[in-house]
């Protein structure tokens, strides 16, 4: 009878062990992330904005006489050279104006002449009491007048000469001259006529004139007036375009000016950079973007634009902890670096962050994590990076 009852026993006891696990809770996996360590290093915070590219110089070449249009003596679209003849108007009524007035010249200088001989002989006869002061004074100041007579008939010789050279219409410094507004034959000059004969732009350098809030001015007007106060050997060039089609311009720009004054209407004040362009391919009026530098932080903390988290306006990011949980901490968010950004806050350089998983690993909860892989298949930093030493010369 015993051992039937012990037999029992066991059997009992068998049966709640077996409920026993059947009812245990099964602890869950750790949740799979990936991290990648905190990178400190110096940046050069730069903004992006869309710009409109000018010649350095651009004239609308025009015709100062009335004349008609007589040659063209470039190429539409071509490079030109300073004093490189554009266009030529028919010279005859200018040569023979100033041949008119080279012969009024010629005879005003003999008729003063004559004129200087006549007060010698008069003052000799004032002087011996032979003529009276009156007829001296007549002969002087009639002297005077022929002298003035040469004078004026001098000036109209030059403005006839001024007139002829304006016949020859010149490039006023080298660039690329456009399409002609006028034809050979056409009456051009000022007064209502044809005026502007064509346009002409330096293009070598290019300007990239851009504009700037108010809020963005006062945040970086220290560094537009030391920039400006430079000499030009001394600005870096730090500028850089994006065109149209997405490409990126190969030469980069430098500084040249802010205006003078905020445009009251838009409440942006504009900026203007100069950018090399030997091969011609920038022209005046391309739209482009434009990066400039606008700040440099030293020692700045960077994680992976992927790594943070918005929550109201607060941004998190979270971070691994030694008993592989995870801790939020919110971060002050910076400008962007690439794929990296800058954030300030409770962290430390080699600290290392969530990057894939971030949904699903809240904190406190346990992780499996495994480094995160940039796009690309470049490995991530191993530990953070040495700050490397500020340079001055990063804003110029």
Same mark, same amino acid.
């Given at each position: 009878?015993?051992?039937?009852i012990?037999?029992?026993?066991?059997?009992?006891?068998l049966?709640?062990?077996?409920s026993?696990?059947?009812?245990?809770?099964?602890?869950?996996?750790?949740?799979?992330?990936?991290?990648?360590?905190?990178?400190?290093?110096?940046?050069?915070?730069?903004?992006?904005?869309?710009?409109?590219?000018?010649?350095?110089?651009?004239?609308?070449?025009?015709?100062?006489?009335t004349?008609?249009?007589?040659?063209?003596?470039?190429?539409?679209? *071509? /490079?030109?050279?300073?004093? +490189?003849?554009?266009?030529? @108007?028919? $010279?005859?009524?200018?040569? &023979?104006?100033? #041949? %008119? !007035?080279?012969?009024?010249?010629?005879?005003?200088?003999?008729?003063?002449?004559?004129?200087?001989?006549?007060?010698?002989?008069?003052?000799?006869?004032?002087?011996?009491?032979?003529?009276?002061?009156?007829?001296?004074?007549?002969?002087?100041?009639?002297?005077?007048?022929?002298?003035?007579?040469?004078?004026?008939?001098?000036?109209?010789?030059q *403005? /006839?000469?001024?007139?002829? +050279?304006?016949c020859?219409? @010149?490039? $006023?410094?080298?660039?690329? &001259?456009?399409? #002609? %507004? !006028?034809?050979?034959?056409?009456?051009?000059?000022?007064?209502?006529?044809?005026?502007?004969?064509?346009?002409?732009?330096?293009?070598?350098?290019?300007?990239?004139?851009?504009?700037?809030?108010?809020?963005?001015?006062?945040?970086?007007?220290?560094?537009?007036?030391?920039?400006?106060?430079?000499?030009?050997?001394?600005?870096?060039?730090?500028?850089?375009?994006?065109?149209?089609?997405?490409?990126?311009?190969?030469?980069?720009?430098?500084?040249?000016?802010?205006?003078?004054?905020?445009?009251?209407?838009?409440?942006?004040?504009?900026?203007?950079?100069?950018?090399?362009?030997?091969?011609?391919?920038?022209?005046?009026?391309?739209?482009?973007?434009?990066?400039?530098?606008?700040q440099?932080?030293?020692?700045?903390?960077?994680?992976?634009?992927?790594?943070?988290?918005?929550?109201?306006g607060?941004?998190?990011?979270?971070v691994?902890?030694?008993?592989?949980?995870?801790?939020?901490?919110?971060?002050?968010?910076?400008?962007?670096?690439?794929?990296?950004?800058?954030?300030?806050?409770?962290?430390q350089?080699?600290?290392?962050?969530?990057?894939?998983?971030i949904?699903?690993?809240?904190?406190?909860?346990?992780v499996?994590?495994?480094?995160?892989?940039?796009?690309?298949?470049?490995?991530?930093?191993?530990?953070?990076?040495?700050a490397?030493?500020?340079?001055?010369?990063?804003?110029?």
């Open positions: 009878m015993l051992s039937r012990s037999a029992v026993a066991i059997l009992a006891a049966s709640l062990c077996i026993c696990k059947k009812h245990a809770p099964e602890e869950s996996a750790p949740v799979k992330v990936t991290v990648t360590p905190i990178i400190q290093s110096d940046v050069l915070a730069t903004s992006q904005w869309v710009g409109l590219l000018d010649g350095f110089q651009n004239s609308n070449i025009q015709a100062q006489v004349g008609y249009l007589l040659t063209q003596n470039y190429k539409e679209g *071509s /490079a030109v050279k300073k004093g +490189d003849t554009l266009f030529t @108007i028919d $010279p005859r009524p200018f040569q &023979a104006a100033l #041949a %008119q !007035a080279e012969a009024d010249y010629a005879s005003a200088v003999a008729k003063a002449q004559l004129q200087q001989i006549t007060l010698q002989r008069q003052t000799q006869l004032y002087q011996t009491k032979v003529i009276s002061e009156q007829e001296y004074q007549t002969s002087y100041q009639n002297t005077q007048a022929a002298l003035a007579t040469v004078a004026a008939s001098q000036a109209s010789v *403005s /006839a000469q001024v007139n002829l +050279d304006y020859t219409i @010149i490039a $006023p410094f080298d660039g690329v &001259a456009g399409v #002609a %507004q !006028a034809q050979i034959g056409d009456l051009v000059g000022p007064g209502g006529r044809v005026s502007n004969l064509t346009q002409c732009s330096q293009i070598d350098p290019m300007k990239m004139n851009f504009f700037i809030t108010e809020a963005e001015y006062l945040k970086v007007v220290d560094l537009l007036q030391r920039v400006q106060s430079l000499p030009a050997d001394q600005k870096k060039a730090r500028f850089t375009l994006e065109l149209a089609d997405g490409s990126i311009y190969p030469e980069l720009g430098t500084f040249d000016f802010f205006n003078r004054q905020v445009n009251v209407s838009t409440g942006a004040i504009q900026i203007t950079a100069l950018f090399p362009n030997p091969n011609g391919v920038l022209r005046p009026g391309l739209f482009a973007k434009v990066t400039a530098p606008v440099e932080i030293s020692g700045a903390l960077l994680v992976p634009q992927k790594a943070m988290v918005e929550m109201q607060v941004f998190f990011v979270s691994l902890q030694p008993d592989d949980t995870v801790k939020a901490v919110s971060v002050k968010v910076g400008p962007p670096q690439g794929q990296l950004r800058v954030v300030s806050g409770a962290l350089a080699g600290e290392k962050v969530v990057v894939e998983g949904e699903k690993a809240r904190p406190g909860m346990k499996s994590a495994s480094p995160y892989q940039p796009p690309g298949g470049s490995a991530p930093a191993a530990a953070a990076k040495p490397p030493t500020a340079s001055p010369e990063a804003t110029k």
